[in-house]
């Protein structure tokens, strides 16, 4: 039995000994005590060697899988890729990793081996957090009680008593374990956690209840009393771009790739889809599956792999940093980051066919849906549906050449203008629209100014066609709620009435991303937040902006050489090479598919795309495409031919 022996020296002998024992020091001059340790008290004080979690989930006893098509004991070899992730986040200095992957990459079993690591060698309250309480709970069940049972290690900390290790209740006998779900605030709240599993985070909602903070936020709160020691992992396959893991993965200090080394040259490559092939005569993505005729061209001898050389491949890969092309220890050694990121596409996973990946892609090309489920399932990326199909190419390619800046084309039915107010200048665009159904269009000029004066000399500028004939603008629509910046308490919007009293043929408009009609009046008699009156009224016109971005998305999709078209003057691509400011507008918004909406990303200009749909309600309010060509023009006094008739709101 070991001893553990302690000397009282004389000089130390205090009044609180009992008087035997100080007796004792004053003859012997000291006391030796020893004193002996039972087994589990010795278990409980040894202190053991932290380990890597890649390491301790192999050691015998620690970690086995009772799921899935390889049960057995924990074996690296089987998901290499996790390798990396799982040591980040045994770092001391790292509080918080990313994973965004697709389904069958191994997200889950990451987790459970955080847990299950940290139980042993790190203990300290553990939180859960699934979506909804019903996946909580059969993920409690059936994997994290059962990979607690299945492992001699773990068990060794369990109480005994049945009712500590129940779907309600997980308590062991030196930490506590909560299961949290994104929709119940009272189950992410009131507890301190040191360790935080947020699975399928882009499947929580908004908000965790009524008035209450995102889930994520709330859980994040859990863990201030430990601070400087905390770990938060957070999984899921992504969405879009407002989806909570790829705003999470691009918050991250550092983001990492997996790299490959090819099984014939042993060349390094990331693996991309592109390099995917199958024959090229073969398109059906049945046969492509079902016979294995996909394969995988290295990008740097062509050899092809099927998925065994693959699997070969990704065994040998390493994680490197996006930025520096380090490694991931080295990286992580020389710059400490707190937050890690990485990014694994479905294609580099043992679990998913390179075939099957060709095949999903086949049958997206004809369903929008199957199309959404690759971006995300299996290239691991935000769903871009409107951002893809609005390139700044594709709005480059509706200049066109035959149109000159400032020339109006023949037989044009109405100039507009359309206003976006700023706080401090105007963005403008003038378009001729022709007579019809398709309501062909030309924008002939377009740009920016500072001053109502500014914009005066616009409105009131005279323009004409090829033949002579001249063109007045005949009127348009400016943005009233316009010109607020963040944190003011004003905006331009009297400043803009009292323009629009002045000016009666440019209209005063509100968008709405809701109402029942297109364009709704409201009559104005005061200035806002005033008792005082405007001149003669006002009308106001709520225009329906998400009707009219729709709309205006299906215009562009329209070829420069289609009736219907939304063209653009020639001068525009020289235009576009020195200041880039047209066709970088028209593609800033994005269609959120989760509320209907277009969201304009932070720090993004659309002031453009505004005006285009300013345009669409104004030309809609006059109903022009039913406007019928003029039989005659007259001559002018100074010569020139004009219109001979007008119409008038």
């Known amino acids: 039995m070991s001893l553990f022996q302690t000397n009282v020296i004389k000089a130390g002998n205090p009044r609180w000994l009992p008087e035997s024992v100080r007796r004792k020091v004053r003859e012997q001059g000291r006391l030796t005590v020893s004193v002996s340790l039972s087994r589990a008290e010795k278990r409980r004080s040894r202190r053991n060697k932290k380990l890597p979690t890649s390491e301790w989930v192999e050691k015998p006893g620690h970690r086995n899988v009772t799921e899935g098509a390889l049960p057995g004991p924990w074996r690296n070899s089987v998901t290499p890729w996790l390798v990396g992730p799982m040591d980040a986040l045994s770092r001391a200095f790292v509080r918080e990793l990313v994973f965004c ?54 068990m060794s900390y369990t109480t005994g008593v049945a009712d500590d290790l129940t779907v309600q209740r997980v308590k062991l006998s030196h930490m506590p374990f909560y299961l949290g779900w994104a929709t119940s605030p009272s189950r992410l709240a009131s507890k301190p956690v040191k360790h935080l599993i947020f699975d399928e985070t882009d499947k929580y909602p908004q908000t965790s209840g009524k008035a209450e903070a995102d889930p994520i936020s709330l859980g994040l709160k859990r863990a201030r009393t430990y601070k400087y020691d905390y770990k938060a992992l957070f999984l899921s396959t992504p969405t879009t771009e407002q989806g909570n893991i790829w705003k999470r993965l691009k918050a991250c200090r550092a983001r990492f790739a997996l790299w490959v080394y090819c099984p014939e040259c042993g060349a390094a490559q990331q693996m991309i889809f592109d390099r995917i092939k199958w024959p090229q005569d073969e398109r059906d993505p049945e046969r492509i599956e079902e016979k294995k005729l996909a394969w995988y061209e290295c990008a740097h001898c062509d050899a092809h792999w099927d998925d065994t050389m693959r699997d070969r491949a990704v065994a040998a890969g390493e994680w490197r940093d996006e930025t520096t092309g380090l490694e991931m220890s080295v990286y992580l050694d020389r710059h400490r980051p707190m937050r890690v990121g990485v990014q694994f596409p479905s294609w580099y996973s043992r679990f998913v066919p390179l075939s099957e990946c060709a095949a999903v892609f086949l049958r997206g090309k004809t369903d929008k849906a199957i199309l959404k489920d690759f971006c995300n399932g299996y290239k691991a990326e935000p769903w871009k549906d409107y951002a893809e199909l609005r390139p700044e190419k594709a709005i480059l390619g509706l200049v066109d050449e035959a149109a000159p800046e400032q020339i109006v084309p023949r037989n044009t039915a109405l100039l507009e203008i359309a206003i976006d107010t700023q706080m401090r200048g105007f963005w403008y665009r003038v378009r001729a629209w022709g007579y019809g159904l398709t309501e062909d269009s030309v924008c002939i000029r377009k740009g920016y100014v500072e001053t109502f004066a500014a914009l005066e000399e616009i409105i009131d500028a005279e323009y004409y ?91 562009l999709a329209t070829p420069v050489s289609d009736p219907g078209a939304l063209r653009m003057h020639s001068a525009t691509l020289d235009a576009e090479i020195e200041h880039g400011d047209y066709a970088k507008q028209m593609v800033a918004e994005v269609l959120d598919e989760k509320t209907g909406y277009w969201e304009c990303p932070k720090g993004r200009d659309n002031h453009f795309w505004d005006t285009e749909c300013y345009g669409l309600a104004y030309v809609d309010l006059l109903r022009v495409k039913y406007w019928q060509p003029p039989e005659s023009v007259q001559q002018a006094p100074t010569g020139r031919r004009i219109r001979s008739e007008g119409v008038k709101v």
């Not at 997200?107 to 909804?132: R, V």
């Not at 348009?476 to 323009?499: C, F, L, Q």
């Not at 000016?503 to 029942?516: A, V």
Request: glycine share 12%; charged share 25%.
């Open 101 to 154: 992957a697709g389904p069958q990459c191994g997200k889950s079993e990451l987790g459970y081996n955080h847990l299950a690591q940290a139980i042993d060698q790190d203990p300290g309250p553990a939180m859960y957090i699934s979506p909804d309480e019903t996946t909580g709970k059969d993920n409690v069940r059936d994997r994290i009680i059962t990979m607690i049972q299945s492992s001699p290690k773990l």
């Open 465 to 555: 066609d090829a033949d002579g004939v001249r063109y007045a603008i005949h009127g348009g629509m400016i943005d009233s709620g316009g010109g607020k910046e963040e944190g003011a308490e004003v905006s331009r919007t009297a400043e803009v009435y009292d323009w629009c009293v002045w000016r009666r043929n440019i209209l005063p408009i509100k968008g709405q991303r809701r109402q029942t009609q297109p364009l709704r009046t409201s009559p104005i008699d005061f200035y806002p937040g005033t008792n005082r009156p405007i001149p003669g009224g006002l009308t106001l016109y709520n225009v329906h902006i998400t009707y009219y971005k729709n709309k205006l998305h299906h215009k």
